[in-house]
């Protein structure tokens, strides 16, 4: 018995020849994301403009509306009602009340008195606004740490092109990512950060197999023409990129789809990520290389060697 | 024939042993475990407040006053002080900032005195003379000093505080420059823990005024060296009682060792205290020179009791009676043991998962998680047959080896780390792909079965360790900087993938290597 071919061997894409179309693609998508992250924004949750988040089950089938009125009465502006799972589960949203971290007390308290004690309290989360700026912080430097980790990697282990390239690559993933975020208005929480930094870790990942592959061919043939090249190395990792994908895929869909609601909801941005990152690491971050003359840095390295 | 070093076969097959000692209480119930031998690991990964519920609590210490506060006792000792020494001053006060006291010179020539009987009453004190005006600030270096005793002394009485709840396994921790996490497992109700953590518990003994002991409201005007202090007390026409307390402050909390409560003969809670030697010698003058007298116990700025003093009390032991619940009567004894706070504490951050909350979470977790692991193997036959098989024991052993590890260094395991766990489990076979891949490869340039399998594997060996080491730094990355939850998917990312460059490689190739010795295969099934 044979695993079967998923991708023909001989599949023979020009990657290469098409790059002038993917670059507009591409651009396209971080203009769109761009526009959307600069005018609409992104959808923050309580973690980072501070707020109450009561997740609330009822013993009998909730009555949204009557729960809306009654805590509308309280006059905390604007009060969001949600259901999820079932019709017993309710998750509320308030805003941050004016008036430091006291006010954020009484109010608690005063939506737990209106809500009374008939109801199971899952989860109750009260947020003021000083810790947020801490989190944007803290983001940013992971991200940091990260891109310019994953470049001095490459940097040391292979060429200073191949780094920048793969870096200008993680970024257009970082800015889908974002971009998913405001397009869909997808809540962004403090778990929003997972899914930008597992999206870049995954995406490096399959630039780095396609680089691999490109630095042992430039040894190879070294009489062959860089795009012919590069467009080689590209098909021959393929089959191994798109199974890669799909297995992660695999795994991030078992995720989004039975892992509750809170896995889901970081879930779907990496499943999206991952495929755009994918997307990228194939298209993007090899085609890059050709604004750059990897062949004679190649030849120079291994003259000095 | 192929050959793979014995030793390397050894020590993948005794990693593999260990992983499943070191899993194996996390897999069975708490019963079974109990009849395990004891010299067997018995520890378990632990789960963090999000998976086990409970109540997470982010709280500031407000530096800020409490240097205040610590300015204002030396503006009283100051005040003393310049008496003593017959120095004339107009409008000693604290600066509205709180940063300074200042007070005007009668006479400037004394401005050279004042220098030297500060730095007498405390060499980190610093004078600023503007002309006649006066300021007095702390230094620089003593402040940064100050902040960080400040914060060590409220960890300290929170952590008294919290312990005397007597909640299982609580953990309080620093957080940056001034910030204190609390973690309290079970708890589904963090109110009493909020309003015990709310209150400084500033507990002073003072008299009343002789001649006006009442007022009706806080804006009456009191009388010199006085103050108007709230209480829970009403009058028999149910308005509110309002005391005017003397400012001096005969005796303070810092004096007591215990306190209690029991019940009088009406069954009423009460509070009693016991004061060390020198409290109780001191409070025993205090009694017996004011006898008939009301005396106030003021805590936080509000008085609690104020009994008229009958007999004096030597022996150090006192009762408060006041109106309280049996729970505000615990309370009262629980900060009078713990002791009052330097400083102010701020609620920046509450998070409570209720228990139930916690448990589906669980379930939800691992049953995507093993969702996941069925999936990717189903695929993984598909795509490799065999050899995609021997990649499913593997990525079943780094499961087990993941788990091993979280219970061995006592990492917490949160509901994004089960994510993560998960999400490995699909990236963890990409080793498997490529060197499949690789060895599909070989094949097709001509290479002959057994060399295939070994170039195969070594050209991706490179590919591996570039590919997984960029992914680590992107995990270590969360570990660094996230917080909690993130901390934890970072957490179990990392191992994933590196327990994934043992499994994936050496571990398969031992399958591979036995499997084709012993069936000796024409053609691969890969």
Redesign the interface.
């Known amino acids: 018995?044979?695993?079967?071919q998923?991708i023909p061997?001989d599949t023979n894409i020009n990657f290469v020849g098409i790059r002038r179309y993917i670059y507009c693609v591409s651009l396209a998508i971080i203009l769109i994301c761009g526009w959307n992250l600069a005018f609409k924004g992104l959808n923050y949750g309580i973690d980072f403009k501070g707020g109450f988040l009561l997740?609330v089950?009822t013993k009998d089938k909730a009555d949204i509306a009557s729960m809306r009125t009654q805590l509308e009465t309280l006059k905390l502006g604007e009060v969001k009602l949600q259901e999820f799972g079932s019709d017993r589960d309710i998750m509320i949203r308030i805003e941050k009340q004016p008036g430091g971290?006291?006010a954020?007390?009484i109010a608690?308290?005063k939506i737990k008195e209106k809500l009374g004690n008939d109801l199971?309290?899952?989860?109750?989360?009260?947020?003021?606004g000083?810790?947020s700026s801490?989190l944007v912080e803290?983001?940013l430097?992971?991200?940091g740490?990260?891109l310019i980790?994953?470049l001095l990697?490459?940097w040391v282990?292979f060429e200073w092109h191949f780094g920048l390239c793969g870096i200008l690559a993680l970024a257009h993933d970082v800015v889908v990512v974002l971009g998913f975020y405001s397009l869909t208005g997808h809540e962004f929480k403090?778990?929003a950060?997972?899914a930008i930094?597992?999206t870049?870790?995954?995406s490096?990942?399959?630039s780095?197999?396609i680089y691999?592959?490109i630095r042992d061919n430039l040894r190879k043939y070294k009489k062959m023409p860089v795009e012919q090249l590069i467009n080689q190395s590209t098909n021959?990792?393929l089959?191994?990129t798109i199974?890669?994908v799909?297995?992660?895929?695999?795994?991030?869909?078992?995720?989004y789809?039975?892992?509750?609601s809170?896995?889901s909801s970081?879930?779907l941005p990496?499943l999206v990520g991952i495929v755009f990152g994918s997307y990228s690491s194939i298209f993007v971050s090899a085609n890059l290389l050709l604004f750059f003359d990897i062949r004679k840095t190649a030849k120079e390295k291994e003259a000095i060697a | 024939m192929l050959t793979f070093a014995r030793w390397k076969v050894l020590t993948s097959f005794i990693l593999c042993l260990f992983g499943l000692i070191y899993a194996f209480p996390n897999f069975v119930s708490e019963e079974t475990l109990k009849k395990v031998p004891s010299w067997f690991p018995h520890e378990r990964v632990n789960l963090g407040l999000d998976l086990q519920g409970g109540s997470h609590l982010l709280l500031e210490v407000d530096v800020k006053a409490g240097l205040k506060e610590r300015l204002s006792f030396t503006l009283d000792s100051l005040r003393k002080t310049l008496r003593a020494e017959k120095i004339g001053y107009l409008d000693l006060s604290l600066d509205s900032t709180g940063d300074f006291i200042t007070f005007q010179l009668r006479d400037q020539n004394q401005a050279e005195k004042i220098n030297a009987i500060i730095k007498k009453m405390d060499p980190e004190l610093e004078v600023i003379l503007e002309g006649k005006i006066c300021k007095i600030t702390f230094t620089n270096a003593s402040i940064a000093e100050r902040q960080r005793s400040i914060v060590d002394q409220s960890i300290e009485i929170v952590r008294r505080r919290i312990d005397e709840l007597g909640t299982k396994e609580p953990s309080i921790q620093r957080q940056g420059d001034d910030r204190i996490l609390i973690q309290i497992p079970g708890l589904s109700d963090p109110g009493r823990v909020k309003n015990l953590l709310g209150k400084t518990a500033k507990m002073t003994f003072r008299l009343l005024h002789d001649e006006h002991p009442y007022a009706s409201n806080l804006e009456d005007v009191a009388p010199p060296s006085t103050e108007i202090l709230p209480s829970d007390d009403v009058r028999q026409d149910g308005r509110k009682i309002f005391y005017v307390v003397r400012k001096e402050n005969l005796l303070g909390g810092e004096s007591l060792v215990d306190a209690g409560v029991n019940f009088d003969e009406y069954h009423r809670p009460q509070v009693s205290f016991r004061f060390d030697n020198l409290g109780a010698k001191k409070f025993g003058d205090i009694t017996s020179q004011n006898i008939h007298r009301q005396l106030a116990i003021v805590l936080d700025g509000k008085v609690i009791s104020a009994p008229t003093i009958q007999t004096p009390i030597t022996g150090g032991n006192g009762v408060i009676m006041g109106k309280f619940t049996v729970q505000e009567a615990n309370d009262l004894a629980l900060l009078m043991r713990a002791g009052a706070l330097v400083a102010p504490l701020v609620v920046l951050e509450e998070r409570t998962v209720g228990p139930d909350l916690g448990a589906d979470s669980i379930a939800s977790g691992r049953y995507a998680t093993m969702l996941s692991v069925v999936m990717v193997a189903v695929f993984m036959l598909v795509a490799y047959s065999l050899f995609g098989f021997f990649a499913n024991i593997a990525m079943l052993f780094n499961l087990i080896l993941t788990v091993a590890i979280l219970s061995l260094i006592g990492a917490t395991l949160t509901l994004p780390g089960i994510a993560g766990i998960a999400l490995t489990m699909g990236m963890a076979v990409d080793a498997n792909v490529l060197i499949n891949e690789r060895i599909k490869e070989e094949l097709r340039h001509g290479r002959k079965m057994l060399s295939a399998i070994d170039v195969g594997y070594r050209q991706a060996m490179n590919t591996i360790l570039d590919s997984n080491l960029t992914t680590l730094i992107g995990a270590a990355a969360l570990f660094l900087f996230g917080t909690g939850p993130v901390k934890g998917f970072g957490i179990t990312l990392a191992i994933g993938i590196l327990i994934s460059m043992f499994t994936a490689t050496t571990l398969t190739r031992v399958f591979v290597t036995y499997w084709v010795n012993w069936s000796k295969p024409t053609k691969l099934p890969i």
């Open positions: 018995m044979r695993g079967l998923l061997y997740e089950r971290e006291q954020q007390a608690l308290q199971e309290y899952r989860r109750v989360e009260t947020v003021g000083k810790v801490d803290n983001g430097w992971a991200l740490f990260a980790g994953m990697y490459i282990r403090e778990t950060f997972i930094l597992t870049i870790g995954y490096i990942n399959d780095v197999v691999d592959r021959e990792t089959s191994r199974i890669t799909a297995t992660t895929v695999i795994s991030l869909l078992a995720l789809l039975f892992g509750g809170e896995i970081f879930s990496i």
